[in-house]
Structures are given as structure tokens and as C-alpha cells.
């Protein structure tokens, strides 16, 4: 079987077990998977020794092959078992290939900010609400595995003091705090980070009264990139859950949905609705919307319009201040070409923490709700974005597939340039190996 080495409160575990879930629900995952909870000891001496890494999600393949970063083990999956696809077909469907591919970005890269913010500002000390004793049990649980409650926390506890200072995080923001300040979340900038994430969880609101999934009636890669933020950090921790199920009630379900775990009344995907024939026999049908399908002729919905537009209209600016900072620092003096970038962190990455930071030359000017502000360059953005320009190439190199992105890129301000992926990289590419990044 593979093995899933992942945490329940852990971002980008919630994204790839759902995938793994779906996969094997749908017969699609040759042997099926383990959800294995990663303990301390696994990390130390069984994940960090096989992919250089001790972050989760990893996967270990039946053949013994790992695999570290959520897009990649999503991509890897989906080479070996391409029955049920997530991604629409670049030809054929190419608006909305190419949607599910920028969702996954924008959950991804974009949406972490606010989630993070939820979940610690919640914690800080003096809050009301807090959800710091929940975040102490969920940590617990794999920081003391098998210990009973009171050591659990008490873990919790000890390790939110020691990692993230969690006592004085506002004068000496340590960890997890220091990653908001370095992705440029901050008393300034937290109120309209919020916003930008309520404005967003209002447009799927309404896109999920119409439709069960982003595309339609069937997952893709945009719903199972969403549900990084919206399930671990939105949906399980206390206060922001509150706030979600009483606000967004159509996005909940969604999660619930998605996660696809105990969800029979948010009507998991493959699961029937049942009516009575005339004989009194159980009548099927599917239980999704949209006859179980993505929308027909490479729709995409009206209400799917909007989200694809926050893309555009926040994320993309920042991509573009980002790239230009970037591409200043792999052709300036302080850099060899080939060498080693920042990492994959919530935070300045050990070693780069003076060019990640203050006005650091891997640090850039952006702006968030009308306030200007300042962030760390995150390398493996651009990663991200070489992996959407190699997706791309079918759909460009088709004639009535690059007419018809063209007409629909056209629609939203800066669209057209991601016909020109190779020109907006060029000089800021990055290659991945495992969990470290190297400029090209």
C-alpha cells in the first residue's frame, strides 16, 4: 500500500489524504493507502533520513519511492493511476485545466497567510476566544503520541512556548508568528488579510448553492488545493471553525464533502440519492451536482468567475513585485547561478533569515486592502509556476485550445501574461530537488 505520513491539523495533509481518499473510493489507487500519524520519532528517523525532509504530507510509494511537497505527490499519483483524473484535459478542456491549476496556487501560496493567521492569533495569549487549549491537544497528539490527555497538552503546551514563544508574541514573534510578520501579516496588515479571506470564503458561499465542486459535479485539483485552508486550519480549529460553520454553512458542507469522511449528508462524490419507483424499489441516481460531471463544453461557472479573479486582482501583482526581486537577487553578487534558495517554510528559511527579512534584498513592496506593506520572496512560488507553464504547453500548442484561453484570459487583468510563462520566468526559473530549491 503507500503510506500517507501525515498530521490531522497539518495544512497540506488535509489536501493530499483527501485526494488519496477520492483516488481510492473510486477504485483509482491500486493497493489503497495507510494514513499514518507522523510522531516525532518517524520525522527524526524515518522521513528527514528518506527525502531530506521532516515536513508533512510525505508519501511512500509501494516501490519504496518518496515523495515530500503536496503538488508533487498529487502529480506522481496521478502519472501511475490515471483513472479518475483531477485535472481536466489540456486540449480538450483547456479554461478549465488551466482554473484547477491556479486554484491550487492560490490555496496554496495565497490563502496560507490568513489561515495561519487564524489559527495563532487565535492562540495568543489574553484572546476571547481562544482556541489555544484545542491547538495544545491537536499537537499533542502526535507530540506524545499514546500518553494520556494531561501529557498530551502538557506537550502541546511546552512546544508552543519553546518553537513559537507563544507567551510574548507580539514584542518577539518567534516561528509560526515570525512567518506571518516575514509573509507580511502584522498588526497593520492582519485586519485586511482577514478581509481578503472573508471576501473569498463569500464567493465560494455562493458558488457552492450552484455547484458541489469548483468545476462542477466532480473533484479536481482546485478542490483538494482548497481544502489545505479550509480544513485544517478553518474547519477543525474551534474559533475559526465557529465562525465557519455559522457564516458559510454551503462552504462547510463543501469541506465535509471534500474530505470525503463521514459526509452522507453532504453528499460525498460517488455517493447515491435514492427515490421510490412505482413498485416501491429503490430508485438511484448521483448525489452530485451537475450529473457528477465537470460542467459540459469547458464551462466555467459565472460564480467560479470572481475566485479566479482574486487570483488576479491580489495574488498576481505580488507574483509580479516577487519575480522582479528574485531574478535581481540570482543575477546580482551575492548569488551564483545554481545555487541554493530559500526553502519551502512558513518562514525566512535558516540561513537566508537577513535576505528574507526587513528590507532584505529577497524581500519585496506589496499591497494588501490599500496598505502597503513588505514580504519575503517565497522561490518556490515560482517553482509552482514552472510546473503551471509545462501543464500549459498542451493547451498553447493546440489551436482552438490557445483561442479559447485566449478569449477567456482576456477577461481579467493580467491574464494574458500567463501565455508567456517562459518570458516572466525567464531569469527567476527554480528547480526542486526533494524539499530544496536551486535557481536555474
Known sequence: ????????????????????????????????????????????????????????????????????????????????????????????????????????LLADEWLVVPAFWQRWFFSENGRE??????????????LAAGQDGHARRAAGAGFFEAAFGISDTRRHPKGVYAGLVHLGCDARTERAWQASQHRLLGLLEAHFARHDFVLGGRPSLADFGLLGPLYAHLYRDAVAGFALRTHFPLVTEWVERTNGEGALNARTF???????????ELVARPASSDGAEWLADDAIAPTLEPILATFFGEMWPVLVRARDALREFVAGPDHARGGELPGKTFFATPGFEALQTGDGALTHAFEIGGIAARRMVVPYQFWMLGRIERALAPSLADPAARRSLGAWLGGFQGGEALFDLDGFLEGCRVRKEEARLWSE
Not at 55 to 78: F, K, M, N, Y
Not at 270 to 280: N, P, V
Request: aromatic residues 12%; negative net charge; glycine residues 10%.
Open 270 to 280: 460517488g455517493q447515491k440519492l435514492y427515490s421510490l419507483g412505482a413498485d416501491g
Open 1 to 104: 500500500m503507500y503510506r500517507l505520513y501525515s498530521w490531522e491539523h497539518s495544512y497540506f495533509s488535509g489536501k493530499v489524504r483527501a485526494y488519496l481518499r477520492f483516488k481510492q473510493r473510486m477504485g483509482a489507487l491500486g493497493p489503497g493507502f495507510e494514513d499514518i500519524l507522523a510522531t516525532p520519532d518517524l520525522l527524526a528517523g524515518l522521513l528527514a533520513r528518506k527525502s531530506g525532509s521532516g515536513a508533512v504530507p510525505q508519501l511512500e510509494a509501494p516501490d519504496g519511492t518518496w515523495v515530500q511537497d503536496s503538488s508533487e505527490i498529487l502529480d506522481a499519483c496521478e502519472a501511475a493511476h490515471p483513472d479518475w483524473p483531477i485535472v481536466p484535459d489540456a486540449v480538450s478542456r483547456p479554461r478549465q485545466h488551466l482554473a484547477a491549476y491556479l486554484i491550487e
Open 129 to 142: 476566544p481562544s482556541h489555544r487549549a484545542f491547538n495544545e491537544q491537536q499537537w499533542g497528539a502526535f
